[in-house]
């Protein structure tokens, strides 16, 4: 069973840098899929915010990108999140999911972390 | 403002029928496969359907999907209290070059 697991701090200063990781157990990141993540603010929608396969090709949201660094480490078979110059518009649940990219859906999350954006 | 429409809420009664609209265009659904998302409240979405109308394992056939032109819906038959969640559309937009998602439809089941 293909498990994810967010970590990371539950609270960020503005204008500073969200940095999570997504532990993946169940399923080697380095046999295919991409892994994403997606964000859903205190009671509003889902947003995607990018992918990444395990070879580092990555996309992004483009409202997002100047912002956004996804990485990928085989070895520990854990991808990682960085958003930069946060603000309180970018507090949110932060989820990892494994993304099946073509058919555009993502089929394992994790359970997901909130994220705070406040001094 | 998403770039997928869905109606805020729908209600039906225990054992009726309900089904949610997901409106888009060319660009996304038009051209691209559908995926519908149940979030339980304070739980994490969950894959309910995939490319338009398929069901991974473990999800029961009492949930249906379909997709004509730019616009895309869920069915539910047999509605249970359990079924009372937060309901999204996704699917690629080949403009934005983005996973979108629709704002989300609360089911209430009456």
């Known amino acids: 069973q293909v498990q994810l697991q967010e970590s990371g701090p539950g609270l960020v200063k503005p204008s500073e840098t969200l940095s999570l990781t997504c532990a993946v157990s169940?399923?080697?990141?380095?046999?295919?899929?991409?892994w994403g993540w997606i964000r859903q603010p205190p009671g509003k929608g889902l947003e995607w915010i990018g992918s990444?396969?395990?070879?580092?090709?990555?996309y992004y949201n483009p409202s997002l990108k100047s912002r956004v660094t996804i990485s990928v480490d085989t070895s520990k078979n854990q991808f990682s999140l960085k958003l930069s110059s946060v603000t309180a518009a970018d507090t949110a649940v932060h989820y990892c999911?494994?993304?099946?990219?073509?058919?555009?859906?993502?089929?394992?999350w994790g359970q997901g972390t909130l994220v705070t954006v406040s001094s | 403002q998403s770039v997928l429409t869905q109606p805020p809420s729908v209600s039906a009664a225990p054992g009726q029928k309900v089904t949610i609209s997901c409106s888009g265009s060319s660009s996304n659904i038009g051209s691209n496969y559908v995926s519908w998302y149940q979030q339980l409240p304070g739980t994490a979405p969950k894959l309910l359907i995939y490319e338009n109308n398929k069901r991974p394992s473990g999800i029961p056939d009492r949930f249906s999907g379909s997709k004509s032109g730019t616009s895309a819906t869920l069915g539910i038959t047999g509605l249970q209290t359990g079924d009372e969640a937060d309901y999204y559309c996704?699917?690629?937009?080949?403009?934005?070059?983005?996973?979108?998602f629709g704002g989300g439809t609360k089911l209430t089941v009456l």
């Open positions: 999911a494994r993304h099946t990219s073509g058919y555009d859906f993502l089929d394992y």
């Open positions: 169940g399923y080697s990141i380095s046999s295919g899929y991409y």
């Open positions: 996704g699917t690629w937009d080949s403009s934005l070059s983005a996973v979108v």
């Open positions: 990444i396969y395990h070879s580092g090709s990555t």
